[in-house]
């Protein structure tokens, strides 16, 4: 399923981190105050977007969004179509138009082409913000999910493999401190939405039948 682009915020956790930074109980006074041990670092990387746009809520929502868009969009191209139409029809049937013929069809044309480039910018910005909307309500859930997870496994740091201008570059990890599916899974598990049902293959082009064979000649 192809999916508009999008970047989301780099995030950093520091569970484990947190409760060793409590305040420490002190020893009778007599007694040697310890010196508490540093926590060991354990860190995982997650492809963030992917996280995101992977999960099973936000795949059936998007395809949601984008059956609502559907009409506009199959309006835009019947607008579309008539602009190239009249600008056809008026480059051939120029010179044979009166002037008033000419400037009427112009007048026409250009009225369609701020038509549409109106309302091809409007659809789009009611688009992109629907579609923020419905990354921002799914990052977030998915980044308590992440969160729940990380504590959980004792990771003390989860960095954003994301390749994308607004986060950092993570230039290499090994696979198995990568946590992106398993942040999908516990994701999908929690939503308790299924996964979309697969595209239905497309039926084979129809072959040609066979050309007889001419008898032979005696």
């Known amino acids: 399923m192809k999916y508009l682009p999008f970047s989301v915020a780099s995030i950093l956790l520091g569970t484990a981190l947190a409760a060793a930074q409590a305040p420490a109980t002190h020893a009778p006074a007599a007694a040697t105050a310890a010196t508490a041990a540093p926590a060991q670092a354990k860190v995982a990387v997650v492809v963030f977007r992917a996280a995101v746009?992977?999960?099973?809520?936000?795949q059936r929502?998007?395809?949601?969004?984008?059956?609502?868009?559907?009409?506009k969009r199959q309006q835009?191209?019947?607008?579309?179509?008539?602009?190239?139409?009249?600008?056809?029809?008026l480059q051939a049937q120029g010179a044979a138009l009166s002037d008033a013929e000419r400037a009427s069809k112009a007048r026409t044309l250009d009225e369609k082409k701020k038509q549409l480039d109106r309302d091809s910018q409007?659809?789009?910005?009611?688009?992109?913000?629907?579609?923020?909307?419905?990354?921002?309500?799914?990052?977030?859930?998915?980044?308590?999910?992440?969160?729940?997870?990380?504590?959980?496994?004792?990771?003390?740091?989860?960095?954003?493999?994301s390749q994308?201008?607004?986060?950092?570059?993570?230039?290499?990890?090994?696979p198995g401190i990568d946590i992106t599916k398993a942040v999908?899974?516990?994701?999908?598990?929690k939503s308790g939405v299924p996964p979309p049902p697969a595209a239905a293959?497309?039926?084979?082009?129809?072959?040609?039948?066979?050309k007889p064979q001419a008898a032979p000649q005696k």
């Open 76 to 89: 835009l191209q019947a607008l579309s179509e008539q602009v190239d139409t009249l600008t056809k029809q």
């Open 122 to 161: 409007d659809a789009q910005s009611d688009f992109q913000t629907d579609m923020q909307a419905l990354v921002n309500r799914i990052a977030s859930r998915v980044g308590d999910v992440m969160t729940d997870y990380a504590t959980k496994h004792g990771y003390t740091l989860v960095l954003d493999a």
């Open 164 to 174: 994308s201008q607004d986060s950092p570059t993570v230039l290499y990890a090994v």
């Open 53 to 58: 746009s992977q999960t099973n809520e936000f």
């Open 61 to 71: 929502d998007f395809a949601d969004l984008q059956k609502k868009y559907d009409p």
């Open 184 to 189: 999908i899974d516990a994701y999908n598990e």
């Open 201 to 210: 293959p497309e039926a084979p082009a129809p072959q040609a039948a066979p």
